[in-house]
């Protein structure tokens, strides 16, 4: 797993500086082995479909050579990543194509026959065991599952497919023009499956490169090729905000019990209705006054009605005492 390393140095802030998350050399270059064994594969293949093998005494160190030099090469595989999950089962398959190459080698007077089944047995567990390292590969999202996967698939196909034939006396050839076609097959997968983790290798160290010059923390998981299979970007930690001092916190809100009944609504009165206006009773008309009347009022004092009008003037022009 890719992880970051942090130097001692601080930047601004007394932040700490974050370099760049680097794999091991190793890690870089696992891609080649699928490439190598497949290229192995498809020559064997080729040489067998071409040139048919006419005696059996070239056959056993044919196959046994090359499954010696499969399992260094798986061995190699395995000893890089023993530190992921999964990869115990490139150790295994390793034992498995040398067990299988030094007892071809070393079977005296080995018969067609023997041969024919010995090549299914090893077909059918080295599909056995890819299937199960794929199923713990993926478990680690290693960019190597599903190639491994195809690879056991096939690999138990052609062995049930040897199982249901009869050779007959073309007993030797048989077997050559069967495990040549095999190896063509695997071989042809193998080479696709390095360069295609190669291509997505690169692809996601160049999203981490990205990542890390943005100052963003980048985590992975298992690595073939170099590349952390789909990497993490998990961005920088925020600083814990401190709450103010005059805050005052809210008041839990007190939960009110299921159980208890709730009080029917209390429907609101109706509104009276405003009592019609009285109308205005209009004022009387003014009476006008008389002139003829006296003046009466409380500054005006009574008069004796058999005095003589004030101010008038008797007819002898003297005025009336």
Not at 28 to 37: A, E
Request: proline letters at 12%; glycine letters at 8%.
């Amino acid at each position: 797993m890719a992880r970051t390393e942090s130097s001692g140095t601080t930047g601004v802030g007394g932040d700490p500086v974050t370099k760049e998350p680097k794999e091991p050399r190793a890690f870089r270059k696992v891609w080649w082995i699928p490439v190598l064994r497949g290229v192995l594969l498809v020559v064997l293949g080729v040489v067998l479909l071409l040139e048919p093998l006419q005696t059996i005494e070239r056959v056993p160190w044919i196959f046994g050579g090359f499954l010696v030099v499969d399992a260094v090469l798986l061995a190699v595989q395995g000893l890089v990543q023993r530190k992921q999950i999964g990869s115990v089962w490139w150790l295994v398959q390793a034992v498995v194509n040398l067990a299988f190459g030094a007892t071809v080698v070393l079977w005296p007077d080995i018969t067609p026959t023997a041969l024919y089944y010995v090549l299914v047995v090893w077909a059918l567990v080295l599909g056995v065991t890819s299937i199960v390292g794929a199923a713990f590969l993926s478990r680690n999202r290693d960019l190597a599952a599903s190639w491994m996967l195809v690879f056991g698939i096939v690999s138990v196909l052609f062995a049930l497919t040897l199982l249901t034939q009869n050779f007959g006396e073309q007993g030797l050839a048989y077997v050559c023009v069967v495990f040549s076609l095999y190896a063509v097959v695997i071989g042809a997968i193998l080479v696709v499956s390095g360069f295609a983790v190669r291509s997505v290798a690169r692809e996601l160290r160049g999203l981490r490169e990205q990542a890390v010059a943005a100052g963003v923390v980048v985590t992975g998981g298992s690595v073939l090729g170099g590349a952390a299979a789909a990497p993490t970007v998990v961005p920088p930690r925020a600083e814990p905000t401190v709450p103010d001092e005059t805050t005052v916190p809210d008041e839990p809100v007190v939960p009110t019990d299921p159980t208890e009944p709730t009080a029917p609504a209390v429907p609101d009165e109706p509104a009276v209705p405003d009592e019609p206006a009285v109308p205005a009773v209009p004022d009387e008309p003014a009476v006008p006054a008389d002139p003829t009347a006296p003046p009466s009022g409380p500054d005006v004092p009574p008069t004796d009605p058999t005095d003589p009008p004030a101010g008038r003037v008797p007819w002898h022009g003297r005025p009336t005492e």
